[in-house]
């Protein structure tokens, strides 16, 4: 069985920085790219950063470039997010994504497999 989860959310001031943790179990790892989504309240679903199947390559959403890093690890099929300088408007339910490709994508279709997703939320 395909899990991803997802871990290090929580509420944090303007400001300042989390780290979100993606574990994957139960399908290949170190092949697929792999994504990070979020989805605010009433929004869809939106590309926040993605990387390739050994991490030599990244792509990042316009709004989060020089704020966010994305990386991997895939000795320990874990994926990370690293957050910071945030923002209010960063407040959403961030979501894992694990691709059928090893190469990147921002396309949530190219995605196959989600995790539960971990609430981030920024106070003013």
């Known amino acids: 069985q395909v899990q991803l989860v997802e871990s290090g959310g929580g509420l944090v001031q303007a400001g300042g920085s989390l780290r979100l943790s993606c574990v994957v179990s139960g399908r290949s790892f170190s092949w697929a790219a792999m994504g990070w989504f979020l989805q605010a309240p009433g929004k869809e679903r939106e590309f926040v950063a993605a990387?390739?199947?050994?991490?030599?390559?990244?792509a990042y959403a316009d709004s989060v470039k020089g704020r966010f890093t994305i990386s991997r690890d895939n000795a320990k099929n874990t994926m990370y997010l690293q957050m910071n300088s945030l923002k209010p408007e960063d407040t959403a339910v961030y979501y894992c994504a694990a691709s059928r490709r090893p190469f990147i994508s921002q396309e949530r279709y190219e995605y196959t497999d989600w995790g539960q997703g971990t609430q981030v939320t920024v106070s003013s």
């Open positions: 990387i390739n199947w050994n991490g030599g390559s990244t």
